[in-house]
């Protein structure tokens, strides 16, 4: 990837945030946080991943829906959720005695690809976008499933690494083989 090669209109229709592909250094950073990220969660270290957080964080999951070939596909919203949402959620499926969906622990593996990744002009944010392929494994359940999504990501340089500002996490499916959505994706 090379730098300012190719230039993508970011914010409001005059286009005045203009974001460029970004330079194979913060390209590096930004593939190793995200596969970082990756290994945090499916070893089930979630205080180290809540680490990588902005105090501002915004996580949302939704599905696509298809009513009809004649229609355009609609968002369903499945979460939507802040710091203190998701807190609450590493709180929930950290603790064996609140939480069945996670007793015994899943086994699960995140599979990132597909990175693509730009920056403003101020080149501390970046939008990227990935795509994920988690594999997941109950105890209680004979066969595992997958989930398959695109996550749209606006990650800041901040003094001491990366943080996740906003995650948009659009399944694949409009229907979840898993009988809840407790882990995070």
Known sequence: MTDRVSVQAAGDAAGTEVWVRVAEPDYADIREFLFGEAELLDARRYDKWFALLAPEIEYRVVARVVRSSASEPQEFLILDDR???????????????????????????????????????????????????????DASVPEPYLISAVRRDLVRRVGDGLRLV????????????????????
């Open 83 to 137: 710091q203190v949402d998701i807190k609450t959620r590493i709180d929930q499926i950290s603790n064996p005695k609140l939480t069945f969906a996670e007793n015994p622990a899943p086994f699960t593996r995140r599979l990132v690809s597909n990175i693509r990744a730009r920056s403003n002009s101020a080149s501390d944010l970046f939008n990227v976008e990935s795509y994920l392929l988690m594999y997941r494994k």
């Open 166 to 185: 906003k995650r948009h996490i659009q399944l694949d499916q409009s229907v979840i083989a898993s009988a809840n959505l407790a882990t995070i994706l």
